[in-house]
């Protein structure tokens, strides 16, 4: 059985920094192309970012980028979202998912695993 989960959400002031972690157990995790994407509430899911098997190749919308560094250890089966200089506006909830797609991809439905989330509030 399949098990997505994220960790290290948590409460922040503005211009702080959290580290969320994903884990995934039951695949082969270094087969796995994984994204990150959060929903705010009463807003649409959005990709944030995502990461190919082997760390070539990432993707980061332009809201996060030179903020947000996503990162694997496939030895660890780990995904990692290091987020600085967070803003009131990055309060979320963070999914992580799994996709068999050889390339890292924002767009949600090619992705077959997701977590629970791990909330994400930032206050000003």
């Known amino acids: 059985q399949v098990q997505v989960v994220e960790s290290g959400g948590g409460l922040v002031q503005a211009g702080g920094s959290l580290r969320l972690s994903c884990t995934a157990s039951?695949?082969?995790?270094?087969?796995?192309?994984m994204g990150w994407f959060r929903q705010a509430p009463g807003k649409e899911r959005e990709a944030i970012s995502c990461i190919d098997q082997r760390s070539f190749s990432t993707y980061y919308t332009d809201s996060v980028k030179g903020r947000f560094t996503v990162s694997r250890d496939n030895a660890k089966n780990t995904l990692y979202l290091q987020m600085n200089s967070l803003r009131p506006e990055d309060t979320a909830m963070y999914f992580c998912?799994?996709?068999?797609?050889?390339?890292?991809?924002?767009?949600?439905?090619?992705?077959?695993?997701w977590g629970q989330g791990t909330q994400v509030t930032v206050s000003s």
């Open positions: 039951g695949l082969s995790f270094g087969d796995w192309a």
């Open positions: 998912a799994a996709t068999t797609l050889l390339v890292c991809t924002s767009s949600q439905s090619p992705y077959h695993y």
